[in-house]
């Protein structure tokens, strides 16, 4: 139980693309997903929260223009890189949380490289 | 500032043998914490946590033990299997506030050899 699918898990696209990220719970219902980037030899670093119906809480130095999300469902959460550019190319993973205290299961995560 | 540390980069042991993976931690407000395995390629695995109401968890061949008073937690893997072989992430949490966001360590990749 408690899987996570997160698509695409690669994307090779051109400086200006937007890039849309897609993060699924697929047994179970997840009141909140986070959204994490990871960097090579660095840390999971969050980025931002969301619940679902709600904005979503963005943690200090995210642009939230810059990663929209949304999270329309209690299933399923998306991540936007708008017009992406080379400084975010990096690894992006979701995970997702069933209710409070509970442990978040995470995707496989997308590798994002922006040419 | 680095909350949540994990010193050994990396750690070899022999099969059989146990496996000690250690975590500090500076923030005091965390409460909860937990352990993730993470194979190449894929996301990370919720492995075994523990609340800070508790010293010891255990779950199988694996154990958790929290030391509030130093900061520190530990994994215990007992027998190692080359299974085990991965990176494993300790993270911490803090339910204050309502907000449940984990801050993660940098990993430490176990190598179990046969």
Redesign the interface.
Known sequence: GAVVSQHPSRVICKSGTSVKIECRSLDFQATTMFWYRQFPKQSLMLMATSNEGSKATYEQGVEKDKFLINHASLTLSTLTVTSAHPEDSSFYICSAQGSFNQPQHFGDGTRLSIL | D?Q?KQNSPSLSVQEGRISILNCDYTNSMFD?F?W?KKYP??????LI?ISSIKDKNEDGRFTVFLNKSAKHLSLHIVPSQPGDSAVY?CAASS?QGG?????????TKLTVNP
């Open positions: 680095q949540v909860y937990l993730y390629a894929e996301g990370p695995t919720f946590s992430f339910a907000s449940e966001k984990l801050v993660f360590g940098k990993g």
